[in-house]
């Protein structure tokens, strides 16, 4: 997509993050735009911002793990801005969990707001598209969705999910005038690296020997530490539009992944004892964490 000024953009999980950052630079390019999110309060501050760089912005709240909240969305903007020239499925969520402690709500949930988001989408806009024979779909996916991460689970499926299907909407659409782009995030600082841990569940002896208020502010320095190798939504979003300019399939905020990519195509055994390393690596950092706060994590577990 070569030119966003006077062109229509359609951006969920616009509130904050990626996706605010995404709305004020396109907003800074020109482009008018149809922002949607749960959270209305911060939803309507990105609108007041964007609207400053003199372009047209529309807001409406839009769970999109619900495809009647994202048809009438859809309906919304084309009534309000006419054909869709970006579509930009941002929204996600991540819940945590040990691998083999995730309740299926939780699947469920991550696997509605971060996977079947992009069906509604798709449902919901790509008719018009083909018919017009035009416009550009943007996915947000994740590192996690190429390789085995150490993020949850039901998080690192839906990211996987988004790939393939980028991949295959890549080769389908293509050749009919529609561009397709995935966008692969490393480590960008967000709230979704904030930790709830309102409803964590201890070790029982743990909660006992160190209280909850203590565990929490340990994994919430944990939290930090990863967060210091990150880099913010805005200067992230800044590469995601020199990828989608030039119609790139892979967008990526860390050149890296291409290696990690060609690493698990050309060297198959050094990419398997990565994935092993790379858990490894995990728990250690872990562990020495907990030390440095004087708890030997590992009699707990």
């Known amino acids: 997509m070569k030119e966003f000024k006077g062109k229509n953009c359609f951006l969920t999980g616009a509130a904050s993050g990626i996706g605010r950052s995404f709305a004020l630079a396109l907003a800074k390019r020109g482009m008018n735009l149809f922002i949607t999110d749960i959270n209305m309060e911060g939803l309507e501050k990105v609108k007041v911002e964007a609207e400053k760089r003199g372009v047209k912005v529309f807001a409406s709240k839009c769970d999109v793990s619900k495809y009647e909240d994202f048809e009438n969305s859809a309906n919304e903007f084309h009534e309000k801005l006419g054909e869709v020239d970006l579509l930009i499925n941002n929204a996600g969520i991540g819940i945590g969990g040990r691998i083999d402690d995730i309740i299926l709500e939780d699947w469920k949930k991550v696997i509605d707001t971060n996977l079947w988001s992009i069906i509604h989408s798709i449902k919901a806009f790509l008719p018009r598209m083909l018919k017009r024979g035009s416009g550009h779909i943007v996915s947000v996916a994740s590192g996690a969705g190429i390789i085995g991460s150490a993020e949850p689970l039901p998080y690192i499926a839906s990211k996987f999910a988004i790939v393939g299907l980028s991949e295959t909407f890549y080769g389908r659409l293509r050749n009919l005038g529609i561009n397709v782009s995935v966008v692969v995030p490393a480590i960008i600082i967000t709230n979704i690296w904030k930790p709830d841990t309102t409803n964590f569940e201890y070790p029982p002896k743990l909660l006992k020997d160190f209280g909850k208020e203590k565990l929490d502010e340990v994994y919430g320095t944990m939290t930090e530490e990863i967060l210091k190798a990150g880099i913010s939504p805005d200067l992230a979003v800044k590469r995601y ?9 892979y967008v990526f905020d860390n050149q890296g992944y291409y290696q990690l990519l060609a690493m698990k195509g050309n060297e198959p055994r050094q990419f398997e004892n990565f994935l092993v390393e790379m858990q490894e690596n995990r728990i250690n950092g872990m562990r020495d964490h907990f030390h440095k706060h ?5 009699d707990y577990m």
């Open 241 to 249: 539009i020199r990828g989608i300019k030039k119609d790139y399939l």
């Open 294 to 298: 004087g708890i030997n994590i590992e």
